[in-house]
Every structure is written in C-alpha cells, then in structure tokens.
C-alpha cells in the first residue's frame, strides 16, 4: 500500500478536524439555542475550547503545519504567520475563549466558569472562524 506524504497527510488532517470542530460547535449551539440543557456552562464552554482549537488545527494543516500551540491566543498568533489578515475579531474570541482557562504555570489561576451571555459571545465568534477555516480547507485557497 502507497503512504500518503506529508502534504496529503496534513490536507486530511485539517479536513479531519474541520468535522470534529464543527461538530463541537454545532452541539454547543444548539445547547444554548434552545436554553434548557443537560449540560451545564462548564462542558459548554469545553465544546467552545475545543472547537476553537480544532479550527485551528486545522487552517494550520491547510497550511501544511502542526499546531505547536493549545491556548487561543498562542493559536491566533501562530496562524497569522499564513494569514496576514486575520480579523480582529478572531483576535477577541481566542482572548474570550482563553480568559477562563489558565493552567499553563503553577501560578495561573486554573479555571472559571463562562456565564451565557459569555458562551453566546464565544459562539458568534467561533462561527466567524469557522467561515474562513471552512473556505481555506474546502476551496483550497
């Protein structure tokens, strides 16, 4: 059997992780849609944390790269070495989406937990990622 290169490898990756993101997002859309849900804030916003990084993960495949980074921030900034022009919006989702989260030294603060108003916010703005995530990996710009 032929092994895939590196280049098609990290293509199927990114098509891989577009699934789960969307995936991710779309469950924690409807939870806060229909506002009565089994889960509570805390898994909610884990299924914003981790569709936030598999979208990443995988415009950073599209790129042919492996993501060296897990927090929002850090994955922003490393996705802005291929585009140039990600919008300051997406900036302001990863410091929303990182904002709950610091576990990356002892002295960080561990978690916290989002409000709704918060999660919505988070939402919205995931969407807008998964716009141009989608458009790179699925028309190959």
């Known amino acids: 059997m032929e092994t895939l290169n590196t280049d098609m490898e990290l293509q199927l990756q990114a098509v891989d992780c577009l699934r789960y993101a969307n995936s991710y997002l779309s469950t924690l ?3 806060l849609r ?3 849900s089994r889960f509570n804030n805390d898994l909610l916003y ?3 944390i981790i569709s936030f ?3 990443f993960v995988a415009l950073l495949s599209h790129y042919g790269r492996n993501a060296s980074h897990h927090m929002p921030v850090s994955l922003y900034n490393e996705a ?3 585009e140039k022009e990600l ?3 997406i900036r302001q989702t990863a410091i929303l989406v990182g904002k709950f989260e610091g576990i990356c030294s002892i002295s ?3 978690y916290s937990t989002p409000c709704t108003e918060e999660l919505m916010e988070m939402l919205d703005g995931i969407k807008e990622i998964r ?3 989608e458009n790179r990996v699925y028309n190959c710009d």
Do not use: H, M, N, S
């Open 46 to 48: 884990q299924f914003a």
């Open 34 to 36: 229909k506002k009565i």
């Open 87 to 89: 919008p300051d919006t």
């Open 131 to 133: 716009l141009l995530v």
């Open 53 to 55: 990084e598999k979208y």
């Open 29 to 31: 859309e409807k939870c």
């Open 108 to 110: 960080d603060f561990g």
């Open 80 to 82: 802005l070495f291929f």
